[in-house]
């Protein structure tokens, strides 16, 4: 089966300056998501989409196949990530001249996964015979019994009222945080409706640990201190 693994990534980022190619333990952010998927052995090649030249060859340098450049306006602070996820998976397949069963498209932001986070959620995308698998954490808060919401008239409640009344966090549904680390499609699915969520999308339950996504200099310091926690118990150097 042929899997095909994206990776897009704007060059201008608001909360954290340069993030995606600023260095973490020796090497730029996003050679950390580049090295995770060819450790999996999954993929037949490995695209990097981005606005930025600068992050493109920086890519192509840490083990990306491929090259892509985002169109403008795919990469402005209002555009969402669908479009460009697609621009760069159509661009793989003219590419390669291969049109893939599954891909992955992994979050340059969320280096604190394992290759095996990756291989577990195409494990599961395969063995579920779902549209799509994505990732998240078991949620700090539930939305059944403490996660609440504002109202137009400045009034809070619940988020989701179910009935009877759920009081006790224990018999709540088990809910999780996106975590936007990782996630897996049917490519014919994907080509003709992306989307995030389909009527069988699964999800692969990571922990909190390897859940952090970097949107702000304290995400940064807190995966530098769980990473450099990792690599020392492990003996592995970055």
Request: charged share 25%; proline share 7%.
């Amino acid at each position: 089966m042929t899997l095909l693994c994206t990776i897009c990534a704007r060059g201008g980022s608001k909360g954290v300056v340069g993030k995606n190619s600023r260095d973490l333990l020796g090497k730029p952010l996003l050679a950390w998501t580049i090295g995770q998927a060819r450790e999996t052995g999954l993929f037949e090649a490995i695209a990097f989409s981005s606005d930025s030249d600068f992050l493109l060859d920086a890519a192509l340098k840490a083990g990306a196949d491929i090259a892509i450049k985002r169109p403008d306006e795919m990469a402005t602070d209002a555009a969402p990530k669908l479009p460009a996820i697609r621009h760069c998976l159509e661009q793989a397949i003219a590419r390669t001249g291969k049109l893939p069963e599954i891909f992955v498209d992994l979050d340059v932001t969320s280096p604190l996964r394992l290759p095996s986070d990756i291989t577990g959620t195409v494990e599961l995308l395969k063995s579920s015979g779902a549209r799509n698998v994505i990732t998240g954490a078991p949620a700090h808060r539930s939305p059944y019994f403490n996660l609440v919401e504002a109202r137009a008239d400045g009034t809070v409640g619940l988020s989701k009222v179910a009935d009877p009344p759920i009081v006790r966090r224990q018999n709540a549904p088990r809910c999780f945080d996106m975590n936007a680390s990782i996630y897996a499609w049917r490519v014919g699915t994907f080509l003709e409706h992306p989307a995030v969520f389909y009527p069988d999308t699964r999800l692969f339950e990571m922990p909190q640990e390897r859940s952090v996504d970097i949107d702000s200099d304290l995400d940064f310091t807190l995966v530098e201190l769980l990473l450099r926690k990792r690599l020392a118990s492990t003996g592995i150097k970055p």
